[in-house]
């Protein structure tokens, strides 16, 4: 009887701690339920503006059982906004039709809706570059730069980028939506596309920052661009042996390599219109000219890849472009992902099976005994694919994607007869090469 009623008087205590644990169980539930809601929703906006390319955004509906979460939540403005003044990745609802074509066409209107401080920056291009675009967008937008514009070639490229919410204009180039190839009469044709639009915008009166689609902004170039208002046109160069040590403007009587045309600023002075105008005009009579010989008639890739010149210098860059690089387009694709400056979507990183990555082991003797030749450059490079091979036989094995590991080299590739390295560039020897100075990208990236 007295363990009964022992269990009798303590019968309250173990129905509240039971109540206590059975309560903490529910709330601990809810929130884990929240917790992975709420991480899905934040993975899904951080990717969203690279996924669904070239579709209409699909809405979803908000949550109405929790308030707080609901708040969170911005209202889209009912009140009519337009396709030009729309902050970038925003997209047009679902709902709506894509505006005709016409009130795509490039005007005075349609630049003024984007223009900051009196200054556009525009790139163009067709639907094979469109994660090109993507790219050159984000980088400008994580800089805080909204004042941009696309010219698309195609309508495809048109149609994808206003979905996307990216300010987009038409050309009205009729341009095919694959990769035309570099030298090529079409791309010949988009040279002269370009000319034919910096000539058409400089007339508005707005300063204009024209850029290629393969390159991007890695800091702020509107200032940098203030400091010089004296200058008609400011143009980057192929010069890779360096004549100044800090951020000023090269000695432009030591520069010896061509004007590289793919990142340059014009102000709409009567002497940049004239000039415009006069490379326009130059094209138009005689197609076998190329764009950018014609400009240098009347410069960027291996001071980044190659020199790392703004570290051995300690100075930020602005912006990197690929030119001069190996296998085309992918080629183009690859140096920047190298240079870890390419967004892709995140299924890129998603690779069935998984990765595979290795450490390579190179004796310091391969790396800096001896002259560096072509001899002691080759018996370095192949002893490192000798690695790779193997790695790449393991990998196919497990069923996972190889991660490269860095290139070391010894000798510059270039496309002419060369020393080894350029005279006067400041490359380190050893140095880390891109992949495509051993690699066909191509080949590699299609197995």
């Known amino acids: 009887m007295g363990w009964r009623n022992a269990f009798d008087n303590a019968k309250p205590v173990f129905v509240t701690i039971y109540a206590t644990v059975i309560i903490g169980i529910i709330f601990s539930s809810l929130y884990v339920i929240s917790a992975i809601y709420s991480g899905k929703s934040a993975a899904d906006s951080t990717t969203s503006w690279l996924s ?8 979803q509906a908000p949550n109405v059982s929790e308030p707080a979460i609901v708040q969170a939540v911005p209202t889209p403005s009912l009140e009519p906004r337009s396709m030009s003044t729309r902050p970038i990745w925003e997209a047009p609802l679902h709902t709506k039709k894509m505006p005709a074509l016409k009130k795509f066409r490039l005007s005075k209107e349609l630049v003024q809706e984007r223009v900051k401080d009196n200054v556009i920056i ?3 291009g067709n639907y094979a570059f469109m ?9 400008l937008t994580d800089l805080g730069l909204s004042n941009l514009l696309i010219g698309a070639m195609d309508t495809k490229l048109l149609e994808a980028l206003y979905w996307k919410g990216v300010p987009v204009f038409d050309m009205g180039s009729h341009m095919s939506t694959i990769d035309v190839g ?23 009166g707005y300063e204009l920052l024209m850029c290629d689609t393969d390159m991007v902004w890695l800091k702020d170039l509107l200032p940098y661009l203030a400091r010089y208002p004296e200058a008609d046109v400011l143009t980057s160069s192929d010069q890779v042996v360096p004549t100044v040590t800090d951020d000023r403007l090269d000695i432009w009587q030591q520069v010896g390599a061509a004007y590289n045309i793919g990142i340059f ?3 709409p002075t009567d002497a940049a219109k004239r000039l415009a105008k006069e490379w326009k005009d130059m094209l138009l009579a005689d197609e076998k000219i190329w764009d950018q010989n014609g400009f240098n008639d009347l410069h960027i890739w291996h001071t980044y890849f190659v020199q790392a010149m703004y570290q051995q210098l300690r100075l930020e860059p ?33 690779a069935p099976g998984g990765f595979l990555s290795f450490k390579p082991s190179i004796p310091k003797s391969l790396l800096l005994d001896g002259e560096h030749n072509v001899k002691s450059h080759f018996s370095l490079i192949n002893y490192q694919i000798k690695q790779i091979r193997m790695a790449l036989a393991i990998s196919s094995l497990l069923n996972r994607t190889l991660v490269m590991p860095p290139l070391w080299c010894r000798l510059d590739r270039l496309c002419f007869p060369h020393p080894g390295v350029l005279e006067g560039s400041i490359t380190r020897q050893p140095f880390i090469c891109p992949l495509d100075h051993a690699f066909g990208v191509c080949p590699v990236r299609r197995s």
């Open 318 to 350: 602005y912006a990197v472009h690929t030119t001069f690089q190996y296998a085309g387009t992918e080629g183009k694709r690859h140096r920047l992902r190298e240079g870890m400056v390419f967004y892709d979507p995140p299924e890129y990183y998603d």
């Open 131 to 139: 994660d090109f675009i993507l790219t050159w967008v984000k980088h």
């Open 265 to 267: 600023h014009w102000r």
């Open 182 to 204: 570099w030298g090529s009469p079409t791309f010949h044709k988009m040279g002269r596309e370009k000319v034919i639009l910096i000539d058409s915008i400089l007339p508005y």
């Open 52 to 59: 669904h390319v070239g579709s209409p955004p699909v809405e």
């Open 122 to 124: 525009v790139t163009f």
